[in-house]
């Protein structure tokens, strides 16, 4: 029965690992961030660990590639574009975590 044990803390591991929840970088974690309505803190929460999952190279901002892989295709083209349209304020093709927070803020 070795090999079976042996397996199912294999798929054990491989299950704890496809859901990462990717730790929020204290300089995000300390920024203040306002908001156009008020939200909890529970959800600013929320908005920022949304944020650090879609950019996945770290560099603060979000991009079209990066929140097209989150969503794994189940984004068309018109939604992402709506997207960018509607969160990236100063259109610089990217969207930062200021402007996210705007957008989450106003969907609440
Ligand atoms: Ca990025
Ligand atoms: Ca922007």
């Known amino acids: 029965m070795k090999p079976l044990q042996g397996l ?5 591991l491989f299950g704890a690992a496809a859901e990462p ?11 203040e961030l306002s908001t156009p309505k008020p939200v909890t ?27 097209r892989a989150h969503f794994k295709g189940g984004i068309s083209d ?6 960018f349209l509607d969160s990236d304020s100063d259109r610089s ?3 930062s975590l200021q402007e996210y ?3 989450a803020a106003m969907l609440g």
Do not use: C, R, W
């Open 41 to 67: 803190v529970a959800q600013m929460q929320e908005f920022k660990q949304d944020f650090v999952d879609v950019d996945f190279n770290k560099d603060d901002q979000m991009d079209a590639q990066e929140v």
């Open 8 to 12: 199912s803390v294999a798929l054990a």
């Open 101 to 103: 927070v705007d957008y």
């Open 21 to 31: 929840l990717i730790q929020i970088p204290t300089h995000i974690q300390e920024m």
């Open 93 to 95: 093709g990217d969207v």
């Open 78 to 83: 018109i939604e992402l574009f709506q997207f």
